[in-house]
């Protein structure tokens, strides 16, 4: 009989009622069990979600810094582009020319490498540049050489006012921020690396510059130079011979300085590119010095060390970075500095949770794990990932084996008392082996080896075990 049938017949009344009553009671424990159900899939959910979240992040930065990197690899990487009054190009360096495939011909309305979408930003440029005091500005502009819009990018652009007595022009100081159907990461990593830029003539004297190093350079009443921007290079007329030899043989000079935007500002570590822009009709040179933040460089590598020497889950060092510091202490420890001991840790019964648990109980008992693990030692002890559910762990300063016993019980310990995941309670267990610099091994190879196969041999035993690796087979 059904439930639809149990109702009807206590709706009729009847001796049917306690079949009714009991039929209650166990839907509601099904649909207690449902929401426990339910409530468990939702931490299962979670715990994917935050998983999914760190993997993004460490994704997010190492392509950060890939392409902070990958901008500033080769140099020149700033654009330039000398524009007139009327919108033609008349002048451009060696970078535009090649990334812009620009000819040797006349001058060319600029509007033949920008996009529809971007030309009533083109006019109201020049209309800007024909007013009594013409601003700099920043724009996003899509150009493509050729004119094919297969080939479309597009560029972070400061634009820069050239009044020259009479002659009214703009120079376009432009970095490339990639293809067009990904152009958002692109312009915020250009103005995270973007300082300032400058023009100067062939004497050196700074004939436009933009918002960023308006308030660096000469002293009040003064004429600014390039060589304002550069405390490291020595001041006069002209360049200094190092950058000028570097320009007229490779095209563009590169180097580091630190600028000052204020008085009362921090100085801040920029490297700059020169480079010479080649006027139409013979007309003397300019030079434009493009200035990046070296901050944000810095941090892309940091950012790149830190992702590859440690694991994204669990935040521990990884081999390479751990091998590095192991090779650190026992070249300390040769010379009469600290001892270094080497733990070698299973944990037992991770596979198993991982083969009948889903995903996220598994990477929660992992993270759990490694907590207890880090909790085991001091600050001055290291933790990483030697393999598959296997860590090494490098101990300094111990005394003796019996120290060294001790830490290993402690982690076998804390091991030992169950995860309570919803519900479920696991138990991982630890087997762990362990060896001492320079009875078990001379090296950090050697020492990690020995620690090893004394684990292998105390998982033999049983679960919960350690074993040391000056121990003696038993009989």
């Known amino acids: 009989m059904t439930t639809v049938q149990h109702l009807r017949m206590a709706s009729a009344g009847g001796d049917a009622q306690p079949m009714v009553v009991s039929d209650e009671t166990s839907l509601k424990h ?21 998983r999914h979240a760190l993997l993004r992040a460490s994704y997010q930065r190492l392509s950060e ?17 000398v524009l007139g009054s ?33 030309l009533p930003q083109l006019q109201r440029m020049l209309e800007g540049l024909s007013g009594a005091d013409p601003v700099c500005a920043a724009a996003e502009l899509m150009m493509h050489p050729q004119g094919d819009p297969a080939s479309a990018r597009l560029f972070f652009v400061q634009v820069l006012p050239l009044l020259a007595e009479s002659q009214r022009r703009l120079a376009w100081v432009m970095r490339d921020i990639g293809a067009a159907d990904s152009p958002h990461a692109g312009a915020e990593i ?83 590119c020169v480079s010479a822009i080649a006027g139409a009709d013979n007309a003397p040179p300019i030079f434009v010095a493009v200035f990046s933040d070296q901050a944000a460089l810095r941090g892309a590598e940091l950012a790149l ?16 970075l751990f091998d590095q510091r192991v090779a650190q202490r026992i070249a300390a420890a040769r010379c009469g500095g600290e001892s270094v001991a080497m733990l070698s ?16 109980v598994a990477e929660t008992v992992l993270h759990g794990a490694v907590a207890r693990l880090q909790e085991s030692v001091r600050g001055c002890d290291s933790v990483a990932s030697a393999g598959a559910d296997c860590f090494a762990v490098l101990l300094v300063g ?62 033999k035993a049983g679960s919960g075990r350690y074993r040391s690796a000056s121990q003696p087979p038993a009989a």
């Not at 690396?193 to 009443?221: P, T």
């Not at 004429?223 to 006069?236: E, I, N, W």
């Not at 019996?402 to 091991?415: C, F, G, H, T």
Request: glycine share 10%.
């Open 190 to 272: 250009a103005r995270k690396l973007h300082r300032g830029a400058l023009l100067c003539d062939a004497s050196g004297l700074v004939i436009a510059a933009d918002h960023d190093l308006a308030v660096v350079g000469a002293d009040e009443g003064l004429p600014a130079r390039l060589t304002d921007f550069l405390p490291s290079v020595q001041a006069g007329d002209g360049f200094e011979p190092s950058i000028w030899t570097a320009l007229q043989r490779e095209g563009y000079w590169r180097g580091q300085t630190t600028l000052l935007a204020g008085a009362h500002a921090e100085p801040v570590c920029v490297s700059v």
């Open 398 to 459: 111990l005394r003796s084996e019996a120290e060294l016993a001790l830490v290993a019980q402690r982690m076998i310990d804390l091991m030992g008392q169950p995860f309570a995941l919803r519900k479920l309670s696991l138990v991982v267990g630890a087997s762990i082996g362990g060896a001492m610099f320079r009875g078990d091994g001379v090296d950090g190879a050697t020492l990690l080896a020995s620690a090893a196969d004394a684990m292998a041999l105390a998982r």
């Open 65 to 81: 810094a890939g392409a902070i990197l990958g901008r500033e690899s080769s140099v020149p990487k700033a654009l330039c582009l």
């Open 30 to 50: 099904q649909l207690a069990r449902y929401a426990e159900d339910f409530q468990e899939l939702q931490g299962r959910y979670g715990d994917l979600e935050r």
């Open 305 to 320: 060390m830190d992702t590859s020497s440690h694991d994204p889950l669990t935040g521990l060092p990884q081999r390479a």
């Open 345 to 360: 840790v299973l944990l037992d019964r991770m596979q198993w949770i991982r083969d009948t648990e889903d995903v996220g």
């Open 86 to 118: 009327d919108g033609r190009l008349e002048g451009f360096n060696a970078a535009a020319r090649t990334a812009l495939q620009l000819g040797e011909g006349g001058p060319i309305p600029v509007e033949q490498l920008l996009a529809s979408s971007c």
